[in-house]
């Protein structure tokens, strides 16, 4: 305890809070992080007098402050005039030299985290993660033309996809395009299908794959509007559940190839590039793409965007099983 003559009168502005936590699916251990509103039902202000200059005697006082409101459950945080949190004898020493002297007291309702914690806990926490050992990987391209030269390089971007996955099975086509406001796919034999229709087989025809996640990559074009290289591009679709559906370009528009007759577009290898890089990292998919985004746009000369209409109500991983049997 310090002498009378370190005595000092401080004002205590306190607020009592009620958390509301943003309850993202599959997120739980990122909720505390993310406080989504905050509702005040309660603010007073106190002059206390603060004898010892250490923050254990600050947060003393504090304690008798809120025992004295008659709420025993609260969790409390203090805050100088800044808005900077104190939570050592150093920073309260830095507060104190801060005209006019004002901590303020955030006191939150402890049962509501722990109300929240526990629900969610229970009912997400056997969901958060679905291992799919054996994926089927929907690939479309065309690996038979034999006197296309310009779609040489769609052999090589479906060669790649198909190195990348362990197992796959792939629809042969050429070239896409639309019709009626429909995204088409044109065979080696000239012949067109709706590409909803090759979607539809897998999101509602077959009940093997309900209730799991579905991934397509369509690497085709969704229109005849050159940009100046060549390239090629795909298009958006009606949203269907648990269905993620992936385009390399934004409708209307081709994509571009890699420079080099050996290397396929600027999306397939950056695609397969950092999906390899990141197979034991916990980066979900989404955020390969938006890396793979980045990539493209920072080397390919006009700007080409990568769109993906997503209804998954869950993060996807890949994982390379080698590596999984080892830990």
């Not at 949190?85 to 985290?113: G, M, T, W």
């Not at 909803?196 to 690497?219: A, E, G, M, R, W």
Request: charged fraction near 25%; aromatic fraction near 14%.
């Amino acid at each position: 305890m310090k002498k009378n003559n370190d005595k000092k009168f401080i004002c205590i502005y306190s607020t009592v809070c009620l958390i509301v936590y943003s309850c993202n699916y599959g997120f739980f251990e990122k909720m505390i992080s993310q406080i989504c509103n905050f509702y005040l039902f309660e603010k007073k202000m106190h002059e206390v007098e603060l004898v010892s200059m250490d923050f254990k005697s600050l947060e003393e006082k504090v304690s008798k402050l809120i025992k004295a409101s008659n709420k025993d459950n609260l969790h409390f945080k203090i805050f100088d005039n800044n808005g900077q949190e104190i939570i050592n004898d150093q920073q309260l020493k830095r507060a104190l030299e801060i005209q006019p002297i004002f901590f303020f007291i955030h006191s939150f309702v402890y049962y509501c985290y722990y109300y929240f914690h526990l629900f969610i806990l229970k009912k997400f926490q056997k969901e958060e993660c679905h291992k799919i050992i054996n994926p089927l990987v929907l690939l479309t391209g065309d690996a038979k033309y034999k006197n296309k030269d310009s779609l040489l390089r769609v052999k090589i971007d479906l060669m790649m996809f198909q190195n990348l996955f362990e197992k796959n099975m792939d629809i042969k086509c050429g070239h896409g395009s639309t019709n009626n406001g429909e995204d088409i796919l044109i065979t080696s034999d000239d012949k067109s299908q709706i590409f909803k229709s090759i979607q539809d087989l897998f999101t509602h025809k077959t009940k093997v794959f309900l209730n799991k996640p579905k991934i397509f990559i369509k690497n085709a074009c969704r229109g005849n509007e050159p940009p100046e290289p060549v390239k090629r591009g795909t298009q958006w679709y009606n949203k269907e559940s648990d269905t993620l559906i992936i385009f390399p370009t934004t409708i209307g528009k081709q994509i571009y190839d890699s420079m080099g007759p050996e290397k396929g577009s600027y999306f397939t290898n950056y695609f397969c590039d950092v999906m390899i890089q990141n197979i034991s990292s916990p980066k979900s998919l989404e955020d390969n793409l938006k890396i793979i985004s980045k990539l493209i746009l920072k080397n390919v000369n006009t700007e080409q965007l990568i769109e993906y209409v997503s209804t998954l109500d869950q993060q996807v991983f890949f994982y390379n099983k080698n590596i999984s049997k080892n830990k």
